[in-house]
């Protein structure tokens, strides 16, 4: 319990500090015309285009083996969504954040609006793949207070490291991978880089390192964290309301089947405490350590992570080969459950394609 009360001090404590505006414009959408690329089928009159027509996607369940430091062997479930053959495509290896799992990535149509991130960029000729973190979801579950910052990015080390192998769960093997975190999936899609660097290119939606307020009592989340695993819904729909949406942008039916779907989501008590320590502490993050080019995004509506504090972001990655910050407007915490989370995903796929175009230079042999 001691380090409990280490961290709910230092929350108490957690002030908002003054920044300075520094970072540079989104970039324009490249071109793909190579034929080993299905992104190449993409245009700019394309850009209009919600990602829902045309192309059959194929969502195929795998399992990823991975060794952590006290020697067991765990799994880690991935959900691969790719429209026809892998080819030479970027694979992004989406990370969802805290209380959630994989389906953060693919929810359903609700209402005419489709909100599945996954089935998005598939379509766009990327293969997606959604995990479930180290302890969530159908991955495995070791002891709670075991699954730290530092063994759950090792997990995600391992699964990058795997799809760079010819003979990996997905049974292809990837040259360019994109790392895409949500909130507490950012941090692990950080630490994991600036340790292990595998990824070529990394975007964060919903974090953010500059100190700034919280809007609730940290004695709330504290106090649940009395069992080695914290289930989702441990959490009232009127709070995850309340931290992750912009209402006025929301459909209360998102919000209903959202809640009703949360039962395999847990959160292990060890990542709870790594998240606030690490949000209150950059230096933990490791992103002084990641080279390779960043995307920021975080929305205007964030009660956890709003996007007044982004400006001054581009200083925490000051090794980074880019750092461009994304500004949502009419949106909170959870991009993809909004209904105007295609400015989200429309900023990603342009950011992606200019920045891991066709043939250009790798890193990894």
Known sequence: MSKLSAVFGLLVSFTCASLPFSARAEGQEGHDDDCNDDRGHHDDADDDDDGSRGR???VDEVFFPVQLSDGNTYQIAGYLYHAGKPCDRVIQVAVHGATHFHLYWDNPPINGIDYSYARY????GYTVLAID????????????DFVTLDQTANALHQVLASLRQPHNPTGHEYERIALVGHSNGSLTSVYATGTY???DALVTTAWLHVPHPLPFNPGDIIAQLTTPYIPATAFSKEFRTFLFYHVPT????FIDFEQDHLGPAVQARAQFIDLFTAGLNSSLTRSTSVTVPVLVQNGDFDALQP???MPDEPTFYPNAESVTLG???DIGHNLNGHRNHLQSWRGIDRWLRQTLPPHGHHPHP
């Open 121 to 124: 960029m598939a379509r766009r």
């Open 327 to 329: 500004f949502l407007t």
């Open 56 to 58: 059959d996607v194929q």
């Open 133 to 144: 973190q180290l302890g969530t979801g159908a991955s495995s579950q070791p002891d709670g």
């Open 307 to 309: 996007s007044a504090f």
């Open 250 to 253: 929301t459909d209360p039916d």
């Open 197 to 199: 660097h595998d990824a």
